[in-house]
């Protein structure tokens, strides 16, 4: 009976979610983190719970979460609305939900990627609008409009991409130190 009370609530629920795209169920689902979690944790006679249509749609939404993670081919803008929640909250949800212990996400190396994507854009803006502001630079708004459209178009970067990005922004960088080191200043 209470399972069977349950499983209309699920249906319910189902029919009344609105979900356009898959970032917002993920969000949906962690913003009720709790819920699915009493959910999916009931005991007892919950076969027919377990195996209903809405149940299962979560959990693969949460597995499949939990893969773009591990594989870092998730979006910036969903790795930033992620990061909200605290690690224990993240932690919880995932163990709770996929029933997984191994190759457990570290959110802590997560949240420095995501710090070092967010502080390169903001270096690099503050670069082009600091010392690009000459008269002689004349695409300069160019490349501040790039930065723009880049953060305001992170749901279609993957953390992927970034980590690429960040390398050969490293290695720019030592190429910039050598090319530099080498040139011979000149007497005032």
């Given at each position: 009976m209470c399972e069977g009370i349950i499983c209309h609530i699920m249906f319910l629920l189902q029919s009344q979610l609105p979900i356009s795209s898959?970032?917002?169920?993920?969000?949906?689902?962690?913003?009720?983190?709790?819920?699915w979690i009493t959910i999916l944790s009931a005991t007892g006679s919950?076969?027919?719970?377990?195996?209903?249509?809405?149940?299962?749609?979560?959990?693969?939404?949460?597995?499949?979460?939990?893969?773009?993670?591990?594989?870092?081919?998730?979006?910036?803008?969903?790795?930033?609305?992620?990061?909200e929640y605290s690690d224990e909250?993240?932690?919880?949800?995932?163990?709770?939900?996929?029933k997984k212990d191994s190759e457990i996400i570290t959110f802590?190396?997560?949240r420095k990627l995501y710090n070092k994507y967010k502080n390169k854009i903001d270096q690099l803006s503050e670069f082009y609008k600091g010392f690009c502001s000459y008269p002689q630079v004349t695409d300069v708004n160019d490349f501040i409009h790039d930065i723009q459209k880049l953060v305001q178009n992170s749901?279609?970067?993957?953390?992927?991409?970034v980590l690429?990005?960040?390398?050969?922004?490293?290695?720019?960088?030592?190429?910039?130190?050598?090319?530099f080191s080498n040139i011979p200043m000149r007497q005032m």
């Open positions: 898959p970032s917002e169920q993920h969000l949906s689902i962690l913003k009720s983190n709790q819920f919950v076969a027919a719970l377990h195996s209903n249509s809405y149940v299962q749609r979560i959990k693969s939404s949460v597995a499949e979460l939990d893969r773009m993670l591990l594989e870092n081919t998730i979006d910036m803008q969903l790795l930033q609305q992620i990061l909250v993240l932690i919880q949800h995932f163990k709770a939900i996929i802590e190396s997560l749901n279609k970067v993957t953390l992927n991409q690429l990005d960040l390398i050969n922004l490293k290695l720019f960088e030592i190429f910039l130190r050598l090319f």
